[in-house]
């Protein structure tokens, strides 16, 4: 498993070859859109911000809203450290802050959930390829990730860990009084 350190290093290192693969196609927009995101995705949106972690650093006095999301995920699980599913958690899950921050932001005068939602709506309409692209990139960034950390495949959940069903099993018999052979 590789170190915070580690994975900055490399994350800075690919940033530019990955973004200069979408110059032909999109030019600089493209590549500069893909350059943010997989920058994005690897040194603030990295499968890291389960625990206390560089990342969780990096978001200063904001990393405070990460508390839930590392508070309800234990590190390397299967919604943290799972590609795709990994950055769509972290993308909701930061949707879902924002849309809250919203709300009780609205009575002083900050703009409510529907002008993000319109916001985001216009943005996906007139730039929907360098959205596109932005998101490979973070999604890019987080499949680095979990290759430097030796398996892109998290931990099995307790539940379905064969360890876990075999305790669960001579538990659930010695409480009955028979024994395991």
Known sequence: MASGRHHDRLTLQLSLPFALLWWPALGFPGTASALAGFLVGGLWLSPDLDTPSRPSRRWGPLA????????????????????????????????????????????????GPANGLAAATELWRLHRPLVLVALVGLEASAWLHLLQDGDPMPKRPRLLRRSWWRRRRGLRWRRKGRRRH
């Open 64 to 111: 405070v809203l990460w508390l839930p999301y590392r508070r309800l995920l234990r590190h390397r699980s299967l919604l943290s450290h799972t590609p795709l599913i990994g950055s769509a958690g972290r993308l909701a899950y930061l949707g879902a802050v924002l849309l809250v921050l919203s709300l009780l932001l609205r009575p002083l005068g900050a703009p």
